[in-house]
């Protein structure tokens, strides 16, 4: 069994920066990526960033690339979302996900964490 637990969300203004921290109980092999997905109220669940465990391959949704940068801690089990020039439009639940597929699929996520909220005015 995979626990996620995510820390660092909050209420910014527009143009901020925030970093989300997932600490993860992985045993080595059990999962081949981790990274972050994220919805906002009436939306869907959507893919937003994801890092392969034991090679430095990052992935982004369009939207934030140039403003979100994944990164890992390999012997913490720690993934990072550092966001900046945050947008309204960044407002969301932020999940952590681990998987043993590497894919933007919600379906294909094997593990979630419970969530950190993120909220930018405007």
């Known amino acids: 069994q995979v626990q996620l637990v995510e820390s660092g969300g909050g209420l910014v203004q527009a143009g901020a920066s925030l970093r989300l921290s997932c600490a993860a109980s992985v045993r080595s092999g059990s999962t081949r990526f981790m990274g972050w997905f994220r919805q906002a109220p009436g939306k869907e669940r959507e893919f937003v960033a994801a890092t392969l465990r034991f090679q430095p391959a990052t992935y982004y949704e369009d939207s934030v690339k140039g403003r979100f940068t994944i990164s890992k801690d390999g012997p913490k089990n720690t993934v990072y979302l550092q966001m900046n020039g945050l947008k309204p439009e960044d407002t969301a639940l932020y999940y952590c996900?681990?998987?043993?597929?590497?894919?933007?699929?919600?379906?294909?996520?094997?593990?979630w964490g419970q969530g950190t909220q993120v909220t930018v005015s405007s």
């Open positions: 996900a681990a998987g043993r597929k590497t894919s933007r699929a919600v379906t294909d996520v094997d593990y």
